[in-house]
């Protein structure tokens, strides 16, 4: 069975910093692709960035990208199967409950642009971690 487990959250005040991780276990290979979403309390989940298995590839929600442009950054180690979401200058509004994703790469639509923007959505991802709390005091 393919699970994905997130963690790494916590509370920090403004300007701090987290690092979440997602490990990804049951995929017998390593071509998947990753996706990280937040929900806000009241909103809907919303994608941040998505993490392209075929070819190593990162889009940011273009929505979202200049909001968090030098302050969210993924990485990921194939071998230890694990994908990191650094986030930096974190501020009050980046407070939710923060979501990793995964899918086969044959099947992904990680990096599609509507109108030339990037957009994510859950609905392409058949594999979900519990998600990790993040809370950004003021």
């Known amino acids: 069975d393919v699970q994905l487990q997130a963690s790494g959250g916590g509370l920090v005040q403004a300007g701090g910093s987290l690092k979440l991780s997602c490990s990804i276990s049951?995929?017998?290979?390593?071509?998947?692709?990753i996706g990280w979403f937040r929900q806000a309390p009241g909103k809907e989940r919303e994608g941040i960035v998505c993490?392209?298995?075929?070819?190593?590839?990162?889009?940011?929600?273009?929505v979202l990208e200049r909001s968090m442009r030098g302050r969210f950054l993924v990485s990921r180690d194939i071998h230890k199967k694990m994908v990191w979401l650094q986030m930096n200058s974190l501020k009050p509004e980046d407070t939710a409950v923060y979501y990793c994703?995964?899918?086969?790469?044959?099947?992904?639509?990680?990096?599609?642009?509507?109108?030339?923007?990037?957009?994510?959505?859950?609905?392409?991802?058949?594999?979900w971690g519990q998600g990790t709390q993040v809370t950004v005091s003021s």
């Open positions: 993490f392209r298995g075929t070819d190593g590839s990162t889009y940011y929600t273009t």
């Open positions: 994703a995964a899918e086969p790469s044959r099947l992904s639509r990680c990096g599609t642009r509507v109108s030339g923007n990037f957009i994510q959505s859950s609905t392409w991802y058949d594999y």
């Open positions: 049951g995929f017998t290979s390593d071509d998947y692709s």
